[in-house]
C-alpha cells in the first residue's frame, strides 16, 4: 500500500459517493444518451459498489424542452429501464422547481427513484418548501441542493441550507455549479453549514472542474464536514465535466477514507464504457476554465459554443459577458439574446 | 364625467399599486380598499390617498356595497379566499377582476380575449399570472396566423419582486400558465419555465416565448403579427419592448422580451407585478367603457 502518512486526520471517515455522469453527463452528451447505454453506464456503476445513481434528462426532471434540449426518451422511461437493474445502488433524480414539478416526482417515484436533489439558486431555498415536504412524504431521501454556491456568502449559504432543513431536507449540498470555487470558499461555507444545521443533516458538495479544482475541493468540503460528494465517472458532466469519480475513489483510498467503491472497477467503467461514448473531450479547455474562471453555469458551455458560431461572436466572450450579467442556472435563453444583442453592437447582424 | 368605483381586496404591494393605476384612468375610481390587518401598512396608505378602508376582510365590504355604487372588485389576495369573495360579491353585482391563481372565472388576457369577455358581461375573469400576461399575447400573435404545436416560454423574475405566495407555491405558477398559454394561446401544448434570479441591482423581467408550428412558419406575416401584438399590449404597458427577434430556426419562431414597469408604487424592474396590475386595470376599463355607455349591465349573480 501506498504511503497515508500525511492524511491521517481523514482516515476512518465514510463517504457516499453519488454518480451524476447520467443526469450532469447528459449536458456534455446533448441530452443524447439512449436508454440502453443508461442502463449499460448503471449496472456498470452498481456492480462497482456505486451507491447512488442520478439518471434522467441534464436540466432533470421537465427538463425536457426548447430551452434545454430534447432528450432521446423521456425521464419515465430512463428511470423504468435503469431502477429494476440495480442490485444496490439507489436511483436519484434531480429536481429544480420553476422547471419540474411534484406531478414529475410522483411519476419519478412510480417508476422507481428513490432519491432526490431539489435544487434552487443558493439564494431562493424558499421556493423549495413544497417539492422537499412532497419528496419526504415519498420517503425519498431528500436533498436540498444549493445551486452556483458561489453568489452567496458562507453566512447566507447557512441561512439557505437551514430553510431547506425546515422543510424536510435531510442532506444539503453546495453546489459549485460555475467550477468557481477553490478550497477556502468551500471550506467556509461547508463550515458554515455545519455550525447551524441539526447533528443528523448531513452535507455534500457538488463540484465542477473548470478549475482543475474538483477534486481538491471535495477533500476540503469533507475536511469541513461534508459526508456526500457528487463526481461522475471520467468527468462525464456539464462544463469541464464534473469531479472525475474515479480519480476521486483513488485519492479516497490513498487518504484512508472508506467510499465502499471497487476502485479499479470504477476506472474501468471511465476508461472502457464512458471516455468511448463523449462526443468531446470532457475537459479543461478555453471555453470551459473561462465558466471557471468567469462564474458563469457550467452547463452554458455547449449553448454559448452554438450560439457564438451561428451569429460570428466568441463563446468566450458571450460566456464573460454573461457572467458579468450574473445570468444564473435555468436562464439558457438569454444565452441566444445575449449573442444576438452582441452581434448587433459589432454591426453583424 | 362619470366614473365606475371600485373596490380592492388586499392591501399589499399589488393593491397599492392598483391605487395608482385606477386613480389615472378616466373611467374608473378606486373608492374602498380591503384588508384584513387595522395595523397594515397597505390600508394606512390606501387611506392617505383618500380610500375608504376596512379590515374586516370582504364582509367588511358587503354593507357598503350597494351605498357606495361598487361595480368592479379587484382580488389580489389569495387563491384560498377568493371564491368566497367572489360569490358574496358577485351576489350583489359586483363585477370580480381576479388576480390570485383560482382562476375560477375565464382567463383574460386583455388583447386576446378581453372584448370576447365584455360582451359576455362575465362576472369574474381571471388575470392568470404575470408570465401569462407577458407572454401569451405574443404566443397568440403566432398562433393566429399559422397553427402551434407546441409553445414554451421562459419568465425571467428579479428576486426582490417574487413574493411569499408566489414562493411557497410555484408549481401553481407553472401549472396555471401552461394550461393559459393552450386555452388563450391557442397552442396545442405549452410549458412554462419560471428563474428567480438575485442580481444586484435587480435584473428588469425578460421573457422568452418560442412556438414550434406545424408547417414551415410564413416570416413575413408571423414578424408583422408579432409587432402589432406588441404595439397593443404597449398601449398599457409602456415599458413591454422587443428585444431580440423574432428569429427562425426551421418551424421555430423566437422572440425574447423585456418588460419594465412604470414605477408607481412597485419598483421598474418588477414589471412582471406592473404587467398583472397594469392588464386589470386595462380589464376593468374596458368594462367600465360598456358600462358607462350602456351597452352592457351588470347583475347580481344568484346564489345556487
Known amino acids: ?349 | 364625467m362619470k366614473k365606475i368605483r371600485c373596490a380592492l381586496i388586499g392591501s399589499g404591494n399589488i393593491g397599492t399599486d392598483l391605487i395608482y393605476k385606477i386613480q389615472r384612468s378616466p373611467v374608473l375610481e378606486p373608492v374602498w380598499m380591503v384588508g384584513i390587518d387595522p395595523e397594515s401598512e397597505g390600508l394606512a396608505r390606501a387611506r392617505d390617498m383618500g380610500l375608504k378602508t376596512t379590515a374586516g376582510g370582504v364582509d367588511g365590504l358587503l354593507p357598503h356595497v350597494l351605498e357606495d355604487n361598487i361595480q368592479i372588485a379587484f382580488d389580489a389576495t389569495s387563491a384560498y379566499v377568493h371564491a368566497e369573495n367572489s360569490r358574496k360579491l358577485n351576489a350583489l353585482g359586483v363585477m370580480m377582476i381576479d388576480l390570485t391563481p383560482a382562476a375560477i372565472g375565464p382567463l383574460c388576457v386583455p388583447p386576446v380575449n378581453l372584448r370576447q369577455h365584455a360582451d359576455k358581461v362575465e362576472m369574474n375573469v381571471n388575470m392568470i399570472s404575470c408570465a401569462g400576461q407577458a407572454t401569451i399575447p405574443i404566443v397568440n400573435a403566432v398562433s393566429r396566423i399559422q397553427s402551434v404545436e407546441y409553445a414554451e416560454i421562459v419568465a425571467s423574475l428579479a428576486s426582490k419582486s417574487v413574493g411569499p405566495g408566489t414562493r411557497a407555491n410555484l408549481d401553481e405558477f407553472t401549472y396555471t400558465t401552461s394550461s393559459a398559454i393552450e386555452k388563450v394561446g391557442g397552442a396545442r401544448r405549452g410549458k412554462a419555465l419560471a428563474i428567480i434570479n438575485p442580481a444586484e441591482p435587480p435584473m428588469i423581467m425578460r421573457n422568452t416565448i418560442s412556438c414550434l408550428t406545424d408547417d414551415e412558419p410564413d416570416h413575413v406575416r408571423i414578424t408583422e403579427s408579432i409587432l402589432q401584438m406588441i404595439g397593443e399590449v404597449q398601449k398599457y404597458v409602456p415599458g413591454y419592448r422587443l428585444v431580440n427577434g423574432p428569429i427562425y430556426d426551421g418551424n421555430k419562431v423566437q422572440v425574447f422580451m423585456e418588460v419594465a414597469g412604470l414605477g408607481d408604487y412597485l419598483p421598474k424592474y418588477a414589471g412582471n407585478l406592473d404587467i398583472m396590475t397594469a392588464a386589470a386595470t386595462r380589464t376593468a376599463e374596458m368594462f367600465a367603457e360598456e358600462i358607462l355607455a350602456g351597452r352592457i349591465q351588470l347583475k347580481a349573480v344568484e346564489i345556487a
Not at chain 1, 439558457?332 to 445575449?338: A, K, L, S
Open chain 1, 1 to 349: 500500500m501506498m504511503s497515508q502518512s500525511n492524511t491521517s486526520s481523514l482516515k476512518g471517515r465514510k463517504v457516499i459517493l453519488h454518480d451524476m455522469c447520467l443526469r450532469d453527463g447528459m449536458h456534455a452528451k446533448r441530452e443524447q444518451i439512449s436508454v440502453d447505454q443508461m442502463v449499460k453506464v448503471a449496472t456498470a456503476l452498481d456492480d462497482a459498489g456505486v451507491p447512488y445513481i442520478q439518471v434522467t434528462h441534464g436540466g432533470g426532471l421537465g427538463g425536457n424542452s426548447l430551452q434545454h434540449g430534447f432528450a432521446l426518451a423521456s425521464n419515465e422511461e430512463y428511470i423504468s429501464a435503469v431502477a429494476p437493474k440495480m442490485k444496490q445502488a439507489k436511483v436519484s433524480v434531480l429536481l429544480i422547481p420553476g422547471l419540474g414539478t411534484m406531478k414529475e416526482l410522483q411519476s419519478a417515484y412510480d417508476c422507481g427513484a428513490r432519491s432526490v436533489h431539489v435544487a434552487t439558486h443558493c439564494t431562493e431555498a424558499d421556493t423549495s418548501p413544497q417539492h422537499i415536504a412532497f419528496a419526504r412524504k415519498l420517503g425519498m431521501d431528500t436533498t436540498g441542493f444549493l445551486m452556483m454556491a458561489h453568489l452567496n456568502d458562507a453566512a447566507g449559504i447557512a441561512r439557505q441550507g437551514k430553510l431547506m432543513e425546515s422543510y424536510g431536507a435531510q442532506t444539503v449540498y453546495v453546489t459549485d455549479s460555475a467550477g468557481y470555487m477553490l478550497p477556502d470558499d468551500v471550506k467556509a461555507r461547508i463550515g458554515a453549514l455545519r455550525a447551524v444545521l441539526n447533528p443528523e443533516t448531513e452535507i455534500g458538495f457538488h463540484g465542477h472542474h473548470n478549475l482543475g479544482m474538483g477534486i481538491a475541493n471535495s477533500i476540503a468540503a469533507i475536511e469541513a464536514g461534508a459526508s456526500r460528494i457528487d463526481g461522475s465517472v471520467a468527468g462525464l458532466g456539464a462544463g469541464a465535466g464534473n469531479t472525475p469519480l474515479e480519480v476521486f475513489a483513488a485519492v479516497c483510498e490513498r487518504m484512508g477514507i472508506e467510499t465502499g467503491v471497487d476502485l479499479f472497477r470504477i476506472m474501468d467503467v471511465a476508461e472502457d464504457i464512458i471516455v468511448p461514448m463523449m462526443d468531446h473531450m470532457v475537459r479543461v479547455d478555453r471555453e470551459s476554465l473561462t465558466l471557471g474562471f468567469a462564474g458563469v453555469y457550467s452547463t452554458f458551455l455547449l449553448h454559448a459554443k452554438r450560439a457564438g458560431d451561428r451569429f460570428g461572436v466568441s463563446a468566450r466572450d458571450i460566456l464573460v459577458e454573461l457572467g458579468r450579467k450574473k445570468m444564473i442556472g435555468g436562464q439558457e435563453d438569454m444565452i441566444m439574446d445575449t449573442a444576438m444583442t452582441m452581434a448587433k453592437e459589432r454591426g453583424l447582424l
